[in-house]
C-alpha cells in the first residue's frame, strides 16, 4: 500500500442471508483514504453507506451479515498495514477507538447533547488509551482542530 495511504477498501462484499435468500447490500466497493484527506461517502437511502461503513469497522451483525469478500487495508498509528477482514475481534477491540473510530448516525448511539463534543471525544481517549483528564482534553482539541472545528477548546 501506498506510504501516503490510511486506508484502502478493495472489492468489499457484504452480504446478508435471510429466509429470502441473499441480500447483498455492499457489492465491490472500492475507494481509498491519504493523509490528510477527508471522505464523504453521500448516496440514496438503502444504497449500503451504513454497512459499508459498519464493515470497516468489522460491527456487521453476524448473522445474518458478513463480508464475503475484499479488503480493508489500514495503516495504524504504529504504521503497520493490516487487513482489517482478517484480523480477529480481540485485534480488533485494540484497533477500535485507538486507531480508528466510528461516530454513530442513529439517536440513541451518537453523541450527547447534553455533553461537549469535546469532552465526548476525550472519555473516549481516556478509556481506550489510558490518558489523564487533562491529556485527553488537549487531544480532543487538537482532534477537533485537525478536522476544522472553531474554537475546538469551547
Known sequence: MDEKRLLEVKDLRVHFF???????????????????????????SGSGKSVTSLALMRLIPTPPGRIVGGEVLFRGK????????????????????NDIA??????????????????????????????????AMELAAHMLDLVGIPEPKK
Do not use: C
Not at 441473499?22 to 472500492?30: E, L, P, R, T
Open 18 to 44: 435471510t429466509d429470502d435468500g441473499v441480500v447483498k447490500a455492499v457489492d465491490g466497493v472500492s475507494f481509498h483514504v491519504n493523509k490528510g484527506e477527508t471522505l464523504a461517502v453521500v448516496g440514496e
Open 78 to 97: 504504529d504504521g503497520q498495514v493490516r487487513d482489517l477482514t482478517k484480523l480477529s475481534e480481540a485485534e480488533m477491540r485494540r484497533i477500535r477507538g
Open 102 to 135: 466510528m461516530i454513530f448516525q442513529e439517536p440513541m448511539t451518537s453523541l450527547n447533547p447534553v455533553y461537549t463534543v469535546g469532552d465526548q471525544i476525550a472519555e473516549a481517549i481516556m478509556l481506550h488509551q489510558g490518558k489523564s483528564r487533562k491529556e
